[in-house]
């Protein structure tokens, strides 16, 4: 069976006119996942990918399509249609029932190969053909054995967009816990409004009773900068041709805190960081596509290492460790670092020592960081837990995928083994 059999490349899709519709770009698209990130709204200039809900978009340009770049397309609203860069190859199945299957078949090692084989062009800009694609050969299945196939790895995936749902909850906990206390200073206005208090007595004791009219921070507190609970590129030793975890700024996520999983490199030159820093991309369009990151999981004493576009962040005790990545993810504090952002066009950066000296409330009472710690800590706990089950439950999906789909193993025994993995 070719593909040709099973699915339409860059069908027709008929956009409406005037209106903004989903756009999907590039970055947009993930590596290893089958979830798009998001989207944005934009009109149609009638050029670029054209798609729907249940089409695959797969990668065509270097390095992208190398790098595993695609995603099946859902969720889009109103007639559930939308266009994205011109570098995608749409994979439309004949059948609904063969979306998940489509899909898969983009994620499949030999089709990945034979994709890249049929690349052309100039070095740097090598793409592939769709025409090139489509007399590519898959075992001849029936509809119901695609649909169980599809089915038993969606359920895989289904469970790393559920635990990629939680995270994004558990980082937003986080996050407005911190926004309240230390920049909205929520428990001070509501204690002026005479509201009922919404914490624990001796935590609600904790916090002022009211604003400082002159610096309108809580009464005690002063107005220090990032720097006072934050080390920016700390100093780290770490000898030339040590082999250490290293990470890349495709890497880095451009929302949520989780990296791709480090691989083991010597270290050359980089930025040094362990567990607890934040990294933040200081280059353009890294940094204003919102690449950060919280390091977890490397170990006690373990020094990684990285791309020189990293800036460090460590927090400074008794602040927490998660606050220099909350701190990251604040949008005041991100357009601070963008408005200081210097180089010629193109290539910008900004600068460590610019960025630390942005303004921040530290409090009179030291005790409200250990308080924020102990509620903020096992949110990034259970992150870094949730990230973890769904690389097993990634490498379980790649392991069945090329059994799957040539027959060496049963769909009944995959689904023992996803059932097992996804309970």
């Not at 998940?100 to 034979?114: K, T």
């Not at 210097?342 to 950066?349: A, D, E, F, H, Y």
């Not at 530290?362 to 710690?373: D, F, I, K």
Request: hydrophobic share 40%.
């Amino acid at each position: 069976m070719k593909l040709k059999d099973v699915l339409s490349f860059n069908p027709p899709t008929r956009l409406p006119r005037g209106v903004e519709l989903p756009f999907i770009d590039m970055a947009a698209l993930p590596t290893a996942d089958r979830t798009i990130s998001g989207f944005v709204l934009r009109e149609s200039s009638g050029s670029g990918s054209k798609f729907q809900n249940g089409d695959t978009l797969l990668a065509r340009i270097t390095p992208c399509l190398e790098n595993g770049k695609g995603g099946l397309v859902r969720h889009l609203p109103g007639d559930g249609v939308g266009h994205g860069s011109t570098e995608f190859i749409v994979m439309r199945p004949s059948r609904k029932t063969d979306e998940d299957f489509i899909y898969y078949i983009s994620r499949l090692p030999e089709f990945r190969a034979f994709a890249i084989q049929q690349m052309t062009g100039t070095s740097g800009r090598q793409r592939v053909a769709w025409q090139s694609l489509q007399d590519f050969e898959i075992v001849d299945l029936s509809p119901s054995a695609r649909q169980g196939i599809g089915a038993a790895l969606g359920a895989l995936d289904d469970k790393i967009e559920l635990n990629r749902q939680t995270n994004e909850t558990l980082e937003a906990m986080a996050q407005a816990l911190f926004r309240d206390w230390f920049v909205d200073f929520g428990p001070t206005c509501a204690k002026m409004e005479g509201r009922e208090p919404y914490l624990a007595p001796d935590l609600w004791a904790l916090f002022p009773d009211r604003l400082d009219e002159e610096t309108g921070l809580p009464e005690g507190w002063r107005l220090g900068t990032v720097s006072d609970l934050i080390e920016f590129n700390p100093t780290e030793s770490l000898k030339k041709g040590t082999i250490t975890p290293y990470i890349d700024m495709a890497s880095l996520p451009t929302s949520g805190s989780v990296t791709e999983p480090p691989i083991l490199r010597e270290f050359g030159s980089g930025m040094k960081f362990r567990d607890g820093d934040a990294l933040l991309a200081r280059i353009t369009p890294c940094l204003e596509n919102g690449k950060a990151a919280y390091i977890q999981g490397l170990g006690d004493g373990v020094v990684a290492w990285g791309s020189t576009e990293f800036i460090v962040m460590r927090a400074r005790p008794p602040v927490p460790a998660p606050v220099s990545y909350l701190l990251a993810r604040e949008n005041d504090f991100r357009g601070h670092a963008i408005r200081s952002m210097t180089g010629t066009s193109g290539r910008q950066r900004a600068q460590a020592d610019m960025i630390s000296a942005y303004a921040a409330a530290l409090p009179g009472a030291p005790a409200l960081w250990n308080r924020l710690g102990v509620s903020i800590e096992p949110l990034f706990d259970r992150i870094a837990a949730n990230a973890h089950e769904s690389r097993t439950l990634a490498q379980t999906r790649d392991l069945l995928l090329p059994k799957l789909m040539s027959g060496e193993i049963r769909l009944r025994d995959a689904e023992k083994v996803v059932e097992e993995a996804v309970a």
